[in-house]
């Protein structure tokens, strides 16, 4: 079980003016942000990190909705760190999230979800490592 975790706020959430309520809420939970960067993808970077759904029908909204406006991408620190984030953020449909858990705060339907987090320990490393290099993250 690894400590770390990688989320990004997605475009519509920093258009609505919701990074720092959303990071507000990940501290409180306990998290740690070993690294932080606002950016925005272009086609091609959204297209390469969302590959593994490239023959998904959804893919081609997606890549251009994550491309759309900035994100905000962060590598968070904390015991449990993947599971614990993924019930932080709650069901990727915010119809279905938990009440307080960021998509049923701040997602405005399953496709604009307002957070990114992985889903595996593996991802984390991999998500982690297409977005930050090893200089920028900090212990």
Same mark, same amino acid.
């Given at each position: 079980?690894?400590? &770390? ?6 475009? +519509?959430?920093?258009?609505?003016? @919701? ?7 990940? %501290?409180?939970?306990?998290? $740690? ?5 606002? %950016? ?8 390469? !990190?969302?590959?593994? @759904? &490239?023959? $998904? ?6 890549? /251009? !909705? ?16 993947? +599971? +614990?984030? &993924?019930?932080?953020?709650?069901? %990727?449909?915010?119809? *279905? ?5 960021? &998509? ?11 957070? @990114?987090?992985? /889903?595996? *320990? ?8 297409? @977005?930050?290099?090893?200089? +920028?993250?900090?212990?």
């Amino acid at each position: 079980m690894s400590k &770390r975790t990688f989320t990004m706020i997605k475009p +519509d959430a920093v258009k609505a003016g @919701h990074i720092g309520k959303i990071l507000e809420q990940i %501290t409180s939970a306990g998290f $740690r942000i070993v690294a932080l960067k606002m %950016t925005q993808l272009s086609q091609s970077t959204a297209g390469a !990190f969302y590959a593994v @759904h &490239r023959e $998904r029908p959804f893919y081609q909204e997606l890549v /251009d !909705f994550m491309s759309s406006g900035p994100i905000v991408a962060a590598i968070l620190e904390k015991e449990n760190a993947v +599971d +614990d984030f &993924r019930t932080l953020i709650g069901a %990727t449909n915010p119809a *279905d999230a938990a009440p307080g858990t960021i &998509r049923a705060l701040y997602a405005k339907n399953v496709g604009e979800n307002a957070v @990114h987090g992985s /889903d595996s *320990d593996e991802n984390a490393v991999i998500e982690s490592q297409f @977005h930050f290099a090893g200089c +920028d993250v900090y212990s």
